[in-house]
């Protein structure tokens, strides 16, 4: 049974950072590429960073670029997100999945439909 649990929530000033777990069981890391979805209620998922399990590359909305820094330790079955200069427009429910998906096509990464497995979140606040 496959699962991802999320945890380093919690709320942060504007400019401030976070750094995100996803941890996981069930699963080969080395079979599925990992993402970072984040989600405003009422709006569609949006993605935000995801590592490629054919390349090892990883891969970032622009919005998130120079802020956000993703990383993948395969031996623990975890990925992290380090979140640097945080702003308030980026308060959601931040959530984890894996997927087959590869290649650096944002539309196509970034579908929520394109990942398989998702773990529940865990919430962001940037608010001072």
């Known amino acids: 049974q496959v699962q991802l649990v999320e945890s380093g929530g919690g709320l942060v000033q504007p400019g401030g950072s976070l750094r995100l777990s996803c941890v996981g069981s069930?699963?080969?890391?080395?079979?599925?590429?990992i993402a970072w979805f984040r989600q405003v209620p009422g709006k569609e998922r949006d993605g935000v960073s995801y590592i490629s399990r054919s390349d090892g590359r990883t891969y970032y909305a622009d919005s998130v670029k120079g802020r956000f820094t993703m990383l993948r330790r395969s031996s623990q079955n975890a990925a992290y997100l380090q979140m640097d200069s945080l702003k308030p427009e980026e308060t959601a429910l931040y959530c984890c999945a894996i997927g087959i998906i590869s290649g650096s096509d944002y539309y196509t990464w970034s579908h929520p439909g394109n990942w398989k497995y998702w773990g529940q979140g865990t919430q962001v606040t940037v608010s001072s």
């Open positions: 069930g699963f080969i890391p080395g079979d599925y590429s």
